[in-house]
């Protein structure tokens, strides 16, 4: 059974994902690498990519420091 969201995912998530993904894909990276980097597993960044689920600050702030970004790169123009 799969479970419904309490409210809709807002389109800020959904505009970071394609930044992250964006630059990932720009840096010639893996997601895997991305992933172990920011001490997470692949699942989980393909989540935050996706656009499917929300991320906390300290996550976001970990994806930075993997893709070696500061994290306001991140968020700007957002």
């Known amino acids: 059974m799969k479970r419904e969201r309490k409210s809709e995912i807002p389109e800020v998530v959904k505009e970071l994902g ?7 894909n720009d840096n010639k990276l893996k997601r895997r690498e991305v992933a172990h980097d920011a001490e997470m597993d692949v699942e989980s960044l393909r989540k935050y990519i996706k656009g499917s689920q929300e991320m906390k600050i300290s996550t976001l702030f970990k994806i930075a420091q993997a893709l070696k970004i500061h994290p306001s790169e991140l968020i700007k123009d957002l």
């Open 18 to 24: 394609i930044k992250i993904k964006d630059l990932i």
